[in-house]
């Protein structure tokens, strides 16, 4: 047991791997036999691993706010060792408790909990001032209020200038966007990749990743099959819609400015977060985690639903190979925590702030989530597309939905009000939909993904432990 | 472009659909269907009534309807796996997929314990993860040695799905299902020749029973079969012979072929009119069943003629004189009359009457003489290897631990052993496996003292599983005298492989001293120690893999 009163199960943390490959070598590592000097005190759980070389590395994870350390080159997260060290500790033996931790350890852990109670410091004292400044609500811009060390001035000019950058991006891209429909879309060349790479590159240079990406989009949708014109003047006009809206950001609501800057790419930097916003504190069940990779940066997503509340939540972290993507939670699992969602007209990011001690899970509390019917959670993505335009989802746990295979596509039916949801045809491939109607076996079940406009993307199954839906890249190729 | 059904209303004075023509065609060639700003390019003017379009559309959008839902899979009652077991399972079945690739040389080959992890959770009755049916099904597309087990942890759900997918299609062919209880209630009670009102549905288990094996899939049916043998011969029997008139050639001969695990004397009857069968194979089938009952007719028809073949000389010698001829009554009976190319006729038509008669005959025949002491007698002319050969085969066939016992002789014997009995014929993998199981490792134990690992594989092989002692001991000292000898592991890499399965996981601490890197012999080859220390780390790894394999699977207590 760890202060957070709780052990993971072995599926918890093997939930936790990046991929079928780290998940088999972090089970060969799960045995007593290469490892020495484990323990674990308070969140902290620590161990000498013996590998191939001559130097055996040193694991560390802290399980208080999620992350890990190991000397190994690995660039998996978690590495095997971190998941070796804590199937380990699943297991119940080879992790002896309450021994002090050895240095290397403790260095690290005592910095993670420096910087924890510092954010914590930072956001009591930053809510104390606003609370008394109260017209600084307007000026809560990037870089606009906390960060602490830097020179606010500085700062702001930094925003200005990278506020002109994009500005500039934008303005290109609504040129190259009218040049287009001048044009027509049926001019399209379809091997005219070339001048998108340009106009891409011109976004990065603009510091505009939310538009880069968007006009890499662009750029493949005419190969995409039919129906591409469509598509493509569907997202011509959404990227149009962010260019106006961050040209015309002074007239914005600040939400739907935020909502905007959010989109175009610009994040607030978490510790400015936290001292801005106001916690929600909630028990927040781990529905689901997915991760994508564009080859450079792999995105991790866990979805977070909390208890009281019923509040949905996004965390979102980024593996860029030096930085370990936090936090590492695995589906299934609860925690008492505070979360701070970032400004949005329809909040859903979220950063993770403080956990709370949480008290041992009871056998009636592994339950599944509540969820709604096919229709509600197409009424819950459209009700959040007024808010935000640019959605492609939203979360959603669906209840009482059979999957029906078939050629034309997949569904995932209702027979009580025969009404059905078509799965989104870019899960071919990332989700292994026949395990999903392995666990379903013609009856009704649970499912949580995200419900959007090309219909809905399973990622989380109850049988009645959820089962993430990850296809193994061995398996990538059944249809 | 949404795979919706339906198309809500579109703001604008255009529709989506006139807007996509506009798009397409471009605003530069024709005016598009929207009103400018003031000040405003066409071109944008279509983008902001085509962005509002689409968020309007994608805000609409409404459930399609919905197709009728697959039947939902049978129902599985067996227990669920513990859940440190169902993840063993998710490693071992990712670990396939993994293929292997990049652990060090000292780490356990998972895949290679796969199916002694599915014999075992069969053992104990589980079922499978539904969640891990797909990897189960691809596991067992991939490698036919996995199906039976596979399929048989699967259960109803896993065929229910195979059906659902072609990749799976194996699974539905047959030739997979193995000896299970299915659900209580599935087999038939009572014979099914028992007049029941046809299409009782669902109401009684005895006619699902029945209907599964009158409209079942054939991989369902054999599964069906070989269950109610088990439960109940002579049902299992009753079941078979129901509907034996109408089953092709190729379904007769697997369904006959599924008799033999559980064969009784009351199977007789049947098997005696399949000797008439159309199917020459059935026919072959039908009469080495029947002579595996010594008590049949067949086998006392078969002891007959061999009595006129094979006899005692007053001198204490086995004289023989081989058939004639092959008639019909021998053909009927199963006697193959054309030799295979480069063997005499006679000498095949002995070896097959031979081979089929009842070994306790040359017992009472051969004045009470034991079989050891019958092996012993001199056989005149060159007739030894043709006999020893057919004997050896009768007491594989008719499992005779006595015969199989004498014919293998002392295990430190050299194995070609004998004036002029060439070996070819000794089979000594299958004699041993008609001993019992603990003899068999004497045997192989002192085997391999004697003669080392060279010649051992195919007689491990059918050891029972753990080894037992000293059989284990045994083997491990060889491989130990095999390092000491300064020769690299992968000589023997078959065995040691064999050993990571087979030996008694309580070894693993006994065998911990040898990973250990030794001290370079002179003689040795250069870094055979560490090669050594590895497949050891490996062995002794593996070991421990397997006891906490079997902990996991283990069902708790109460």
Partial sequence: ?479 | MTTHTTTPAVPSDASWDDLVAAALLGTGRRTPPVTPLPGQDTAAALLDAAALSTVRRRAGLRPAAARPVPTPAPPDPRPALPSAARARLAMLLADRSAAGRGSPRSAPDLAELLPQWLTLANHHGYRAPDALLPALLDAARARTDLRPEALTLGGPRALWLARLNAEWKFALRGGVGRATMPPEGAVPAVPPADPSPAAGPDTDGRSDGRRLWEEGLFAERVSLLSAARHHDPAAGLALLSGTWATERAEDRLMFLDSLRDDLCPSDEPFLEQALSDRSRNVRATAAELLSALPASALAARMAERARGCVSLTATGRIAVEAPAACDSGMQRDGIVPKPPSGRGERSWWLGQLVEATPLDRWTEWFGGLGAAEIVALPVVDSWQADLHAAWCRAAVRQRSAEWSRALLGAPALPPSSGDAAPAVWRDPAKLLSALPPGERAGWVAEFIASHGLSDAFRLLGVCAVPWAEPLGRAVVDALDIARDAGSYPWSFSGVMGLAERCLDPGQADRLEVLTAIPDEGEDAAPGAGGYWSEAFQRLVGTLRLREAIRAELTPPMG
């Avoid at chain 1, 990850?470 to 990538?476: C, D, K, L, N």
Wanted: with cysteine.
């Fill in chain 1, 1 to 479: 047991m760890n202060p957070q009163g709780e052990r993971w199960t072995a599926e918890q943390v093997l939930a936790l791997a990046p991929d079928a490959a780290s998940r088999t070598a972090g089970g060969k590592l799960a045995a007593a036999g290469p490892w020495s000097g484990t323990g674990a005190r308070g969140p902290g759980i620590w161990g000498v691993c013996a590998g191939s070389g001559s130097m055996p590395y040193r694991t560390v994870v802290d399980l208080g706010r999620p992350g890990y350390r190991c000397s190994c080159p690995s660039r998996k997260f978690p590495c095997k060792h971190a998941l070796g060290l804590l199937l380990l500790w699943a297991s119940g033996g080879g992790v002896p408790e309450g021994d002090e931790p050895p240095e290397w350890a403790e260095g690290w852990l005592s910095e993670r909990r420096e910087r924890a109670a510092d954010q914590a410091a930072g956001r009591r004292d930053d809510a104390g001032s606003g609370a008394g400044g109260g017209a600084g609500a307007g000026d809560q811009r990037p870089g606009g209020s906390a960060g602490g060390t830097a020179d606010p001035e500085a700062a702001r000019r930094r925003a200005e200038r990278r506020a002109q950058r994009i500005a500039a991006g934008a303005s290109e891209l609504e040129r190259r966007l009218a040049d287009l429909l001048r044009g027509g879309l049926a001019a399209i060349d379809r091997a005219e990749y070339g001048v998108w790479d340009e106009t891409a590159a011109r976004m990065v240079d603009a510091q505009a990743p939310g538009l880069e990406a968007r006009v890499r989009e662009l750029a493949a949708i005419p190969s995409s099959g039919a129906g591409w014109p469509a598509r493509l003047l569907e997202e011509c006009a959404l990227a149009h819609l962010l260019n106006q809206g961050f040209l015309h950001i002074d007239q914005l609501p600040e939400e739907l400015a935020a909502t905007t800057r959010a989109r175009i790419g610009v994040t607030l930097p978490v510790a400015e977060l936290l001292a801005c916003a106001e916690p929600v504190r909630d028990r927040w069940l781990v529905l689901g985690r997915q991760d994508s990779s564009d080859g450079r940066l792999t995105t991790r997503r866990v979805w977070l639903r909390g208890e009281r509340t019923g509040r949905m939540a996004l965390l979102l972290s980024f593996d860029t190979g030096d930085r370990s993507p936090e936090p590492t939670l695995p589906t299934g699992l609860l925690l008492d925590a505070d979360l701070v969602y970032y400004p949005s007209t329809r909040p859903l990011r979220a950063a993770l702030a403080e956990r709370h001690p949480t008290p041992p899970k009871a056998d009636s509390e592994r339950t599944v989530p509540p969820g709604g019917d096919v229709a509600a959670a197409l009424a819950v993505y459209g009700e959040a597309l007024g808010q935000d335009p640019w959605l492609e989802g939203w979360p959603v746990v669906l209840s009482g939905v059979t999957p029906v295979p078939g050629d034309e596509g997949w569904q995932l039916a209702d027979p009580t009000t025969g009404l059905a949801l078509p799965v989104d045809p870019r899960c071919a491939g990332r989700t292994d939909l026949w395990q999903l109607l392995a666990i379903a076996g013609g009856r009704p079940i649970t499912v949580f993904g995200e419900c959007g406009h090309r219909g809905f993307a399973p990622i989380t199954a109850w049988d009645p432990e959820p089962v993430p839906l990850t296809a193994t890249p061995a398996r990538g190729g059944r249809r």
